[in-house]
């Protein structure tokens, strides 16, 4: 398989009140197209600071990233319309409604009207939204954000989706929809990379999984080889193994 | 044209909370009656040396106050109400110009600025007795002076998102900068406000062009920067 995103001695330092703090220290990554890549840790493993360069929201401090074949730093621009976010944080707008933060997002990526309504009203029916299309999202529960939500990362159809945390704080009902979706969304032949803290998803979703621990890449393997290499019988295993028991702020 | 949609979803929400405009129209009003009220009869009296009355020295400053404080309750808004809802990542993440974003909150707040002033002028004018015989001309001085206030205003409020005490810093760092704008609307109000002519104030209405059109492309240049983590 070729890879669709090319991490190279990737390293992000933020500094605050003089202080330097490494968040991402020279990491180095193959995303393979197609397939579905999962990036665990604990809290300040600099899971979504990795993710927040891949998706071009901040520059790396050293190293390069390629997304698709264009470079993240100098391409941006290139990046963003083939590359679907949905964020830890949903980026809703809660007085519009659900069909109207489609919209909003269907036009920032010039996706045309026709295509648009189609899709709007697939996607909307997909995550069983319909009857909500013309609620404000103000109103909408967590599970109805977070189905909004990735059903409008969507929605001009990307390459690559990139999903931070998709089932934190939602009901067993609503993980099986989000599971289901992105097995869908797999095999319609998308990349999909998420950031996570529940083991079970990374075992049973992804075909490969990335363990990170305070900024360095601990392991990258299938969920079964770590288990292998590692002499664990579960995930959760590896991830104890891997990163220790020590409880991170 | 993706900042006509960036205005369109700020105002389809504004227009359904009302939250800020209402805010913006109430806060102008209190100023303005408040004023009128402190001023009271005494400022009908005629300044023989200036040639004036007391209100027409008063009265032009008092209606700046009223705009730019009452601009201030939505341009603190402007970004905050993005930042909170994770929203501005969602913005920055989309293939949307930088500039993009800046023109698409310049206009909104434009249109929440104007819908404030069409509703306070009128009572400005009612309050302090003017007849104005050059209404054209104090419009073209509100429009270019309340352009200015945007420009600069949108750009500060993007810069002090990200801190904690926004709605404090904000007007302490946007006032100084403000300075030549407010002091050209308020000079070239006075004249209109005495039926004087426009070519009375060419000179005002060439700083606040100039202003305008400096801090729009200073705009368009930073802002890209102004929004990054």
């Known amino acids: ?249 | 044209m993706k900042f006509l949609e960036i205005a369109k979803k700020d105002l389809r929400a504004e227009f359904r909370t009302k939250q800020m405009l209402n805010s913006m129209v109430i806060f102008a009003l209190l100023v303005m009656v408040i004023f009128s009220f402190a001023f009271g009869n005494e400022a009908t009296i005629f300044i023989p040396n200036l040639k004036k009355k007391i209100i027409d020295i008063l009265a032009p400053g008092m209606l700046w106050i009223a705009f730019t404080f009452a601009g201030m309750l939505g341009l603190s808004r402007s970004f905050a109400g993005e930042k909170e809802e994770g929203c501005l990542d969602g913005l920055k993440l989309c293939p949307v110009d930088r500039s993009d974003i800046y023109n698409g909150k310049v206009l909104s707040n434009a249109v929440l600025m104007f819908l404030m002033e069409i509703a306070a002028l009128p009572i400005f004018i009612v309050l302090f007795s003017y007849d104005i015989k050059n209404l054209p001309g104090l419009i073209l001085v509100i429009i270019l002076g309340t352009f200015g206030f945007i420009f600069v205003g949108t750009l500060l409020s993007a810069l002090t998102v990200n801190t904690r005490t926004r709605e404090i810093l904000l007007p302490v760092i946007l006032f100084p900068v403000l300075i030549p704008v407010i002091l050209s609307a308020v000079t070239a109000t006075a004249t209109m406000l005495s039926n004087g002519d426009i070519s009375d104030i060419s000179g005002e209405l060439q700083i606040l062009v100039v202003y305008d059109i400096i801090f729009f492309v200073v705009a368009q240049m930073v802002f890209e920067y102004t929004i990054e983590d």
């Open chain 1, 1 to 249: 398989m070729e890879p669709i995103i090319e991490v190279r001695n990737l390293s992000k330092v933020f500094k605050s009140r003089g202080r330097r703090i490494t968040a991402v220290d020279d990491v180095s990554f193959d995303v393979f197209n197609g397939e579905i890549f999962s990036m665990i840790g604990p809290n300040g493993a600099g899971k979504s600071t990795t993710f927040a360069m891949m998706t071009t929201l901040i520059k790396p401090t050293g190293g390069k990233i390629k997304v698709a074949g264009f470079d993240a730093e100098n391409e941006d621009d290139r990046i963003r319309p083939i590359i679907g976010i949905v964020p830890q944080k949903l980026s809703l707008y809660p007085d519009l409604t659900a069909r109207e933060n489609l919209e909003l997002m269907g036009n920032l990526y010039d996706v045309p009207k026709k295509v648009m309504e189609e899709r709007i009203e697939y996607y909307l029916k997909l995550v069983n939204l319909e009857n909500h299309a013309d609620r404000f999202t103000g109103g909408f529960s967590g599970g109805m954000k977070q189905r909004l939500s990735v059903i409008s990362a969507v929605i001009h159809d990307p390459q690559i989706i990139f999903w931070d945390e998709p089932t934190t704080g939602l009901d067993p009902q609503t993980r099986q929809a989000i599971w289901k979706l992105a097995r869908k969304f797999n095999s319609e032949g998308k990349t999909l990379i998420f950031s996570t803290h529940y083991m079970d998803e990374a075992d049973k979703l992804c075909d490969r999984v990335a363990v990170m621990n305070a900024g360095k890449l601990m392991a990258l393997d299938t969920p079964e080889n770590l288990k292998k290499t590692t002499n664990s019988a579960t995930l959760e295993d590896v991830f104890i193994h891997l990163t220790g028991e020590e409880i991170r702020d």
